[in-house]
């Protein structure tokens, strides 16, 4: 029997008052491109919460998103506020399974504690000292444990830091306008910082899987802003060409997308470029039922686009990835 997972950046999938396109015509446009994927566990990216009156913000516009497709009636779990209240405002991240999930987690410095740094470009005051502050990731990872026939399957969702420079005080001029390209610099340093930070959380969450078992079923999906051979997805495929240890080759994850034509091998189009920054990673000991990958990019709009405008595209931005897995033992 055949396993598809997919992962698919809905690109702030919100129904707020007034906003354009309007979350039918989101609808409309992305529902077609839901169910083609066919999937059996749907790793889904920035997901926004809804308020409504007397109830805790939930995920309401997903819930109109899924209506009437074979996803409304998949467990599911997604990424909470800090007490488990309710969903975040923003960017949430969402797991849904055709198979039952025993057991979620939601990680964020749980793993790796935020580092300390020291701005060097923030205006300062006369007299005034920068100090040293924690450098923390805003998403946590969505960690699940899913029955799959007679095995666990652990599914990790990503969404890491976009590599846009973070703020740095004093040095924007307007939203857009950077005061000097070294406070750029530094902004981006920062992201950068946070973007690896994340990835190895996520690598020490996968190292603790495999210290239980070292033939898990593990997946890591999501939206990586990085490509295959940058660092923060180097961080979590841990090569033996890079850790120089061959006793850790069991460990090693290994991206689906290098099945795909490289001609065909990119997930979201920027200025003309295409590039894969989504990504499907599994464990060594799925690769024997591993069939093969799609990425559904035929009708992506370049990204750069939307930003030099006011119009916004219905579509995400991003195309959904999926890894096609055979396994005979599941009935």
């Known amino acids: 029997m055949k396993l598809r997972i997919a992962t698919f950046n809905l690109e702030n999938l919100d129904d707020k008052p007034g906003q354009k396109p309007t979350l ?58 800090g007490d ?8 949430n991240l969402v797991i849904l399974s055709r198979y039952e999930i025993q057991e979620h987690h939601q990680y964020r410095h ?53 590599r846009l420079p973070s703020d740095i005080k004093g040095q924007k001029l307007d939203q857009y306008t950077w005061k000097t390209a ?33 033939d898990a079923w593990i997946v890591v999906c999501g939206d990586f802003n990085a490509d295959f051979d940058e660092v923060p997805v180097e961080a979590i495929r841990g090569e033996v060409e890079n850790t120089g240890n061959g006793g850790l080759a069991r460990r090693v994850m290994l ?27 599994v464990s060594r000991s799925m690769l024997s039922h591993y069939k093969g990958s799609e990425v559904h990019n035929e009708l992506l709009h370049d990204e750069s686009i939307a930003f030099a405008t006011e119009t916004k ?3 995400s931005d991003h195309a959904p990835v999926i890894a096609e897995f055979g396994l005979p033992d599941i009935g």
């Open 84 to 91: 488990g209240s309710q969903v975040c405002d923003e960017r």
């Open 182 to 214: 070294s406070g750029w610099a530094e902004g981006f340093f920062l992201s950068s910082m946070k973007r690896v930070g994340q990835a190895l959380e996520a690598r020490m969450l996968i190292d603790k899987l495999f210290d239980t078992d070292e």
């Open 24 to 81: 039918e015509e989101r609808i409309a446009v992305i529902r077609p491109q839901l169910l083609r994927l066919n999937a059996d566990i749907l790793c889904l990216q920035e997901v926004n919460g809804q308020e409504e009156a007397g109830h805790p913000r939930r995920l309401l516009a997903l819930d109109a998103f899924l209506r009437d497709t074979p996803y409304a009636g998949f467990h599911r779990v997604s990424t909470m506020t």
């Open 255 to 281: 991206p689906c997308e290098m099945s795909i034509p490289e001609s065909a091998r990119f997930s979201l189009y920027h200025r003309g470029r295409g590039r894969m920054l989504d990504h499907l990673l």
């Open 110 to 162: 749980y793993y790796a504690p935020a580092p300390q740094y020291r701005i060097v470009t923030a205006e300062t005051t006369e007299g005034e000292e920068q100090k040293a502050k924690k450098i923390t990731w805003e998403r946590p990872i969505l960690h699940a444990r899913i029955s799959v026939g007679d095995r666990v399957l652990d599914v990790i969702n990503l969404h890491l830091k976009s």
């Open 313 to 315: 595209f219905p579509e």
